[in-house]
């Protein structure tokens, strides 16, 4: 026992490390080449050689770090949590349609007023008077809606399998709403809307990283609070019931949680795939562990460092372009899916 522990902790203090050292490595990488030396004086307080490289270091790169950290570690926590919810290895804020509310939450907020004259949001300069807290709570709001419709079918339906077609099928009905919006809308808050739909960290000035930050904490604060009853979760509500737990407390938590992380990451960075379902089941496989102590901090963990990579690689060193975030999770994230499935018996898991 004592062996397993001592791994465990390695494991968590090497994830640390390594979340550290792409962070470094992301704000080295970009269109303006910045001397190493120059970063790391930069990062103790010396004052740098140009002002611009300051500007681009503080303005620009630490917080699009930073938002990659929070981003990542919200959605690996929101997929470990409906997995946990469902017990079903599939399930995930993407695949089960919470993604696509939050993005239909926002395109009500970007294009209903010209799609339908709503004076709510009006034309695309809305969008910015609006601003972030609108974009938050539309965001947020869409997400959670969607939750408790696959919640209220979740106490009807116990086969997981329907239960992931009917979340397809309410992703399929925002994103048929969405279009509907996106024929009516006007061209410039498509164009909008449309970039918003790619992903993307940057472009998150510091007071927005602020709330996003706040926002983040809150849907993680219920995780703490609960962890110890997402394990007994796992082996069936009755049995979780005999040993103490309050049922209904611990999915109104996962419901709020996962909504409040899954929504705002949606909403402030536009959807981004298959990290909430890839890094959840690459926690378990490398820290060989089904207990949630262990899997939350590791899937935040692992959250972290995948965006980072994704985010460094989307900015392709040594060129001035920068693909959207969301290609590159997708690029590794669905082969990553693909060879965990055949390496591992998820139906023995879960």
């Given at each position: 026992?004592?062996?397993?522990?001592?791994?465990?902790?390695?494991?968590?203090f090497?994830?640390?490390?390594?979340?550290?050292?792409?962070?470094?490595?992301?704000?080295?990488?970009?269109?303006?080449?910045?001397?190493?030396e120059?970063?790391?004086?930069?990062?103790?307080?010396?004052?740098?050689?140009?002002?611009?490289?300051?500007?681009?270091?503080?303005?620009?790169?630490?917080?699009?770090?930073?938002?990659?950290?929070?981003?990542?570690?919200?959605?690996?926590?929101?997929?470990?949590?409906?997995?946990?919810?469902?017990?079903?290895?599939?399930?995930?804020?993407?695949?089960?349609?919470?993604?696509?509310?939050?993005?239909?939450?926002?395109?009500?907020?970007?294009?209903?007023?010209?799609?339908?004259?709503?004076?709510?949001?009006g034309?695309?300069?809305?969008?910015?008077?609006?601003?972030?807290?609108?974009?938050?709570?539309?965001?947020?709001?869409?997400?959670?809606?969607?939750?408790?419709?696959?919640s209220?079918?979740?106490?009807?339906?116990?086969?997981?399998?329907s239960?992931?077609?009917?979340?397809?099928?309410?992703?399929?009905a925002?994103?048929?709403?969405?279009?509907?919006?996106?024929?009516?809308?006007?061209?410039?808050?498509?164009?909008?809307?449309?970039?918003?739909?790619?992903?993307?960290?940057?472009?998150?000035?510091?007071?927005?990283?602020?709330?996003?930050?706040?926002?983040?904490?809150?849907?993680?604060?219920?995780?703490?609070?609960?962890?110890?009853?997402?394990?007994?979760?796992?082996?069936?509500?009755?049995?979780?019931?005999?040993?103490?737990?309050?049922?209904?407390?611990?999915?109104?938590?996962?419901?709020?949680?996962?909504?409040?992380?899954?929504?705002?990451?949606?909403?402030?960075?536009?959807?981004?795939?298959?990290?909430?379902?890839?890094?959840?089941?690459?926690?378990?496989?490398?820290?060989?562990?089904?207990?949630?102590?262990?899997?939350?901090?590791?899937?935040?963990?692992?959250?972290?460092?995948?965006?980072?990579?994704?985010?460094?690689?989307?900015?392709?060193p040594?060129?001035?372009?920068?693909?959207?975030?969301?290609?590159?999770?997708?690029?590794?994230?669905?082969?990553?899916?693909?060879?965990?499935?055949?390496?591992?018996?998820?139906?023995?898991?879960?």
């Amino acid at each position: 026992m004592q062996s397993a522990n001592k791994h465990t902790r390695l494991l968590l203090f090497s994830g640390s490390i390594l979340v550290v050292c792409l962070f470094l490595v992301n704000i080295a990488v970009g269109s303006v080449h910045i001397p190493i030396e120059e970063l790391l004086g930069g990062l103790l307080g010396n004052p740098m050689s140009k002002l611009s490289w300051a500007t681009i270091l503080f303005e620009y790169r630490i917080p699009k770090a930073i938002t990659a950290l929070l981003v990542g570690t919200s959605l690996a926590l929101s997929g470990l949590q409906m997995q946990t919810f469902f017990r079903n290895p599939l399930a995930g804020p993407y695949v089960l349609g919470i993604s696509s509310g939050a993005g239909l939450g926002v395109a009500i907020l970007i294009l209903g007023g010209s799609a339908f004259g709503w004076s709510l949001t009006g034309n695309a300069g809305n969008y910015l008077t609006w601003g972030v807290w609108g974009v938050i709570i539309s965001g947020s709001l869409g997400a959670i809606t969607v939750l408790l419709l696959m919640s209220l079918t979740a106490w009807k339906i116990k086969d997981s399998m329907s239960l992931l077609i009917i979340g397809l099928m309410f992703g399929s009905a925002s994103g048929a709403v969405v279009s509907v919006l996106s024929y009516f809308g006007n061209a410039e808050d498509l164009k909008l809307f449309t970039i918003w739909t790619m992903g993307s960290l940057g472009g998150i000035s510091g007071s927005q990283l602020y709330i996003l930050s706040l926002v983040c904490l809150t849907g993680i604060i219920p995780v703490l609070l609960m962890v110890k009853s997402y394990n007994a979760m796992l082996m069936g509500e009755r049995y979780a019931t005999s040993m103490g737990i309050n049922i209904k407390s611990l999915r109104w938590t996962m419901i709020i949680s996962t909504g409040i992380l899954a929504g705002s990451a949606t909403a402030f960075c536009g959807p981004i795939a298959f990290v909430g379902i890839a890094v959840p089941h690459l926690a378990r496989m490398v820290f060989r562990t089904g207990d949630h102590k262990i899997l939350f901090p590791a899937s935040a963990l692992i959250g972290a460092a995948f965006l980072l990579a994704s985010d460094a690689i989307s900015q392709l060193p040594g060129s001035a372009e920068t693909l959207p975030i969301n290609v590159i999770t997708s690029l590794f994230g669905a082969p990553l899916v693909i060879w965990l499935i055949l390496k591992r018996n998820f139906s023995s898991e879960f």
